[in-house]
């Protein structure tokens, strides 16, 4: 399993993360903004509020919304080998 040591929010929904085997990159969360679970981080003040869990070592907000860290771990190393 892979863990989430830092989370910075970015501009235009998106997340520069680190990873705690080093891996760094950024995802796109506009996609996931304003459905279901996602609809209270349309408000980029909401949005701003994301954390590293500590229990979960993932990317989380208040109000119990989290995301999985192994598919962002996923979806940085998918970007890169794209680049």
């Known amino acids: 399993m892979h863990r989430v040591v830092g989370v910075e929010p970015l501009e235009d929904y998106r997340l520069h993360l680190s990873f ?29 509020k994301v954390f590293v869990d500590p229990e979960t070592h993932t990317v989380a907000w208040p109000g119990e919304i989290d995301l999985c860290p192994d598919s962002l771990h996923e979806d940085v190393e998918r970007q890169q080998r794209a680049a």
Do not use: C, R, T, W
């Open 20 to 48: 705690s085997d080093g891996l760094v990159g950024e995802v796109d969360m506009s996609d996931l903004i304003g459905h279901g679970v996602f609809e209270a981080l349309s408000d980029p003040a909401e949005f701003a």
